[in-house]
């Protein structure tokens, strides 16, 4: 696979139109706008700049792993039992499942390979994007980025429906990140070869509290 190939594969995975579930799901952000702790454009950019280095690095670093070790099924179990303990939220652990599920549907239908045929059932959607990262030829970094793109792009595209603010302030804010991104992008790569319980721990405990309310919550818009 040349690189622009790898590139233009990069921006498929990350777009939200891609039928693996992403629009349907705000990463949090619709219980975090009605509980009063996200109410304008500052604080999204704060919303993303946390998640980012939170849930977003941690899950950029797990699906890095799963891509070094995507074909050993007893691996790949070990990792999604660590991530799963590094999620204690139940609604955070049955909406990640859920999403690896599509995921990995919708790439089957798409692309299919060998590496996707046979994967564990029920991985937490990073690790599934490891092993189509490592079935699409992304390298270490760019798997990351996708996972990271998409831990920011999905709450800030809910925020145009949710906020009813301007789509040109709610890309604005994901530019904001930008170096951000790419720095995380390099620092998850890091993880590669490192084992599954060493990996990172990144807490967010708002995060945990609004995905138990959400699924309690009979009037939304967003699935998560």
Request: charged letters at 20%; one cysteine or more; glycine letters at 8%.
């Amino acid at each position: 696979m040349t690189r622009s190939t790898s590139r233009a594969t990069l921006l498929m995975l990350g777009d939200g139109r891609l039928p693996s579930g992403g629009y349907a799901h705000s990463g949090g952000l619709e219980q975090a706008i009605r509980q009063g702790w996200v109410t304008d454009v500052s604080d999204l950019k704060d919303f993303l700049h946390g998640r980012l280095h939170t849930t977003g690095l941690m899950n950029a670093a797990f699906a890095v792993s799963a891509r070094h070790i995507v074909g050993d099924h007893r691996s790949l179990a070990d990792l999604d039992a660590e991530l799963c303990a590094r999620t204690p939220a139940p609604a955070l652990r049955t909406t990640g499942e859920w999403l690896g599920t599509l995921m990995l549907r919708s790439m089957q239908r798409i692309h299919p390979h060998p590496l996707l045929e046979n994967l564990p059932k029920g991985l937490q959607q990073p690790l599934v994007y490891g092993a189509v990262g490592r079935a699409l030829g992304l390298g270490a970094a760019e798997t990351a980025a996708v996972v990271l793109h998409e831990a920011v792009t999905g709450p800030a595209t809910a925020a145009v429906k949710l906020m009813s603010i301007d789509p040109f302030q709610a890309h604005g804010a994901i530019l904001s990140l930008g170096e951000e991104l790419d720095v995380a992008a390099e620092a998850a790569a890091d993880y590669e070869l490192t084992p599954a319980r060493d990996l990172p721990a990144l807490s967010s405990p708002l995060s945990d509290f609004a995905a138990e309310m959400h699924v309690k919550d009979h009037v939304r818009l967003f699935a998560s």
